[in-house]
């Protein structure tokens, strides 16, 4: 496929104009790698941030580890997640080092305030400071150190790129995407550690792979369905109160499965159909990412008018001012196309 450019995918009215644009690029892939459906450039190359997480999972629960540890679903969801840093994420992930004999100062992926404001703002009541706990990788983190103490690696640098742990990661997340490693371009994550870039069509690939892993070795098929059914089955501990990755799987019951990343990227995997979606908004503005999955979603038939009424405040969110009036919306305005067209 030629390269092509980005689409204008979403826009922001406020009364009768057309005030912003947001161009971005989307890829609908099945598990055999074949493009089903597009927008814009589905080979757009970019880092896909926190969309890699589940992928990035998959060696702790292959290894000896996970199941010596014996992690709770719950437990297990924390790990693919960027969570809203609300009690009972924190209590997750706490919950892990102790299985592990670590305590909060094990974690390397720094400090930020609670995603979710009255969490923050709980926080502030009590004169407490936010801890390692709090940052929305900390279960990522702690699934880091779990894979380290399963493999004998020093728990001291696991978030450097030569660590043994990284490297299995981008193994895992080199073969689940089809991507030769070489390839893959490596940054460095919010929380520290490796980041990887590739194709979107490549992450949609891995999402499709993820959710059906029909034709991955016993193994790596086990450890994607223990992952998926711990995200279905505990969304909570995905995202959180609010948010849209756990307010998916709950309005679909868990038969759409999404991970959002930072700079306005998303994945998704449809398992009874076997594919996988991704998503960029070019300018990394977040505002336009969940109208755009959503419709995405919509143009698929993947979900049911129930479906869409449940998660209409993401789809075509309104403008306001301050003073709490409708002034504006957040609009999907793209059409998604078959390779053949």
Known sequence: MQELQSDIVVTVTRGPLTESLHRGHIAVVDIHGELQAFTGNPDYYGFIRSTAKPLQAIPLVESDAWHRLGLSAEQTALLCASHNGE??????????????????????????????????????????????????????????????????????????????????????????????????????????VPVFAMPLSALAYAYARLGDPQHLSPERASACRTLLTAMQTAPFYVAGSERYDTLLAKATHGRIIGKMGAEAVYAATVPERGLGIAVKIEDGHPRALYPAITEALAQLGLLTGEELSELAEFHRPAVRNHRGEEVGRIEPVFRLHTPKE
Do not use: W
């Open 87 to 192: 009690d009972e994420h924190t209590a997750a992930a706490l919950s892990i080092l102790q299985q592990l004999s670590l305590d909060v100062s094990a974690l390397q992926c720094g400090i930020h305030e609670p995603f979710y404001k009255p969490a923050a703002d709980a926080l502030k009541r009590q004169a407490s400071e936010p801890t390692p706990l709090h940052n929305n990788c900390s279960g990522k983190h702690a699934g880091m150190l779990a894979l380290s103490t399963a493999i004998g690696a020093s728990i001291q640098q696991y978030t450097s790129l030569d660590h043994p742990v990284q490297q299995k990661m981008l193994q895992t997340v080199s073969e689940m995407s089809g991507m030769a490693v070489q390839d893959i371009q490596i940054g460095t994550d919010g929380c520290g």
